[in-house]
Structures are given as C-alpha cells and as structure tokens.
C-alpha cells in the first residue's frame, strides 16, 4: 500500500506562508531543489488544495522554456508536468497537466488510491493537508525547517488536526541552514495533559 507524506516547508515558528502569503523567505538553492527533484521524481502523485495547484501551475508548466533557468528547475518542471496530480477543489471546474479534480476528502476514495500500485503519493497544501490530518490519512511528514521567524501567516498544522504519535526516520541538513526532519506515523500515542501531570 502506498504512503500518503506530507511534504512542506516551514519557517521554525511552524508557518507555511508569511503575511500576505510570501515565500520569498523560502531558501531553495541548487542543492536542495535537487534533493527534491530526486525525492519526487519517485513519487506516484501530487495530491494538494486548489491554491497550491493554481500556484504550481502557473509557473512550472513552462518554467524550462527560460534558458536562464538552472538546471534542478528545469528538470522539476518535467517532473511537474508528467506526475500524475489530483487537486481538492469544490471550484475549480477544470484543470490541466494531467490533474484530476476531485471535490471532497472521502476516506474511502483515499484509501482505494493508495491500493494502487506506484510510489508515494505527495501531499502539499496547508488547507487539503488539514483535512487528511482530521481523518488520520497522512502516514509520513516530510517538513523541511527554513532558519526564519515570520511571525505570522499561514501555519503547516491547523488546529483540530488528530493527535498522532511520530516516530523520527531520518534528518538532513543542507548547506543553507534547512533541516529536513522525515517522520512516519508510530511511536507510541501523545501525552494529554493528565499524562504529563501525572509525571
């Protein structure tokens, strides 16, 4: 059965996105753009909300086009293109480069999709992540740490989200200052508050 991971980065105050939705705050250079390209080049899908996609989509489709582009972005927007995607959306009508749009986070339909056979299948967007967090879908995070405080924005883990234990599989740290931390589920549950009091 495939895994659902849940692949993002965050500043070290847990947010997504600053003010105003800026990444610029991301630091992505050639070393970690091409970690990714290696990481998701195996992946069997991209699974995300309909702001992610609509962002991917326009830039990546033709972000090879520009011969000034380095070498990780031009090969991404290949990946990009060719992966399977499915985006969550009650809206969007329509969407292309290969995307499926479906419109709710049914459980069932989830777990048909991971029978299938392939790699994991990527999931990115804080919104969609959220609701594959309430209904315990997610099976591995994927959170790369970005050494920034942004004080504000959109956070990667939303309240009402259901309480997993993690169990820490593997680390990374690049050249930049990110820091990959890779977890499955597992572990052992969380402790409540009358755990730790009673400690």
Same mark, same amino acid.
């Given at each position: ?27 992505? =250079? ?7 390209? =290696? ?8 699974l995300s909300g309909r702001v ?11 972000? =090879? ?17 060719? %992966?399977? %995607? ?17 419109? =709710? ?8 999709? %991971? ?23 997610v099976d591995a ?9 942004? #004080?504000? #924005? ?46």
């Amino acid at each position: 059965m495939r895994d659902i991971v849940l692949t993002a980065s965050v500043s070290v105050d847990g947010y997504m996105e600053g003010p105003g939705r800026d990444i610029s705050w991301h630091r992505v =250079d050639e070393e970690l753009h091409q970690h990714f390209n =290696d990481t998701l080049r195996e992946a069997g899908a991209f699974l995300s909300g309909r702001v992610t996609h609509e962002l991917m989509a326009g830039f990546w489709p033709t972000a =090879d086009q520009d011969p000034e582009a380095p070498a990780p972005m031009a090969e991404f927007a290949g990946i990009w293109r060719e %992966k399977p %995607k499915i985006v969550y959306s009650r809206t969007l009508e329509h969407a292309d480069w290969n995307t499926t749009v479906v419109r =709710d986070v049914v459980p069932e339909e989830v777990r048909a999709l %991971k029978e299938r056979p392939g790699g994991e299948l990527v999931l990115g967007g804080a919104h969609v992540a959220a609701a594959f967090l309430r209904q315990g879908l997610v099976d591995a995070f994927r959170i790369y740490v970005h050494p920034v405080l942004v #004080g504000g #924005g959109t956070p990667l883990f939303a309240e009402g989200s259901a309480p997993a234990g993690l169990r820490l599989v593997g680390t990374r740290t690049f050249g930049n200052g990110v820091v990959l931390l890779h977890h499955e589920r597992g572990g052992g549950e969380p402790h409540g508050p009358a755990d730790s009091a009673a400690r």
